[in-house]
């Protein structure tokens, strides 16, 4: 991949992730933080989970490694966890227009939250970040449905569609 398909891939992602916290922003309250038994209990954990993720592979990326993530009790409401989504997408956006070709293929050396030492080229690095956006946007989808609410279609495709 080079650096116009991860500007590509990251607009899809932020679009994908926008989509999914307007669909999330119709809960009433208690559904938003309704114990669902899922990888992360409920709609908020789970958002507040992608939200952090993204978060610490951005830190990750310029030097720093977070020893925790964000806590979803900072997060009572979508709103709340919008503003500082806006916050790590604009850096994110800035950091990935600004990428070189050569920066792609960086090794980038970091510590978990775990303590463990881990090793991978940024490119790689990158590309899992949305995948994994991905994985847990797809489970906030059946957790929507679980809740009697819409979830949003975040196809990659559909993305292209809606830019024409």
Do not use: C
Request: a neutral charge; aromatic letters at 12%; charged letters at 25%.
């Amino acid at each position: 991949m080079n650096k116009k398909d991860f500007q590509i891939l990251y607009d899809f992602n932020r679009w994908a992730n926008a989509r999914v916290l307007d669909a999330a922003a119709k809960l009433t309250a208690e559904q938003y933080m309704r114990d669902l038994s899922n990888s992360f209990r409920s709609v908020r954990d789970t958002l507040t989970h992608i939200l952090s993720v993204e978060w610490v592979w951005l830190r990750r990326w310029k030097g720093t490694s977070p020893k925790a993530f964000h806590d979803p009790a900072d997060f009572p409401n979508v709103a709340a966890l919008r503003v500082k989504w806006a916050e790590v997408e604009r850096e994110q956006m800035e950091f990935v227009n600004s990428l070189t070709e050569d920066a792609l293929t960086t090794m980038i050396t970091y510590v978990n939250v775990k303590g463990e030492t881990w090793t991978y080229a940024l490119w790689q690095m990158m590309q899992h970040l949305v995948n994994h956006s991905t994985y847990h946007r797809g489970q906030i989808t059946t957790m929507l449905r679980q809740l009697g609410a819409e979830p949003a279609a975040t196809d990659f495709l559909l993305f292209f569609d809606n830019k024409k």
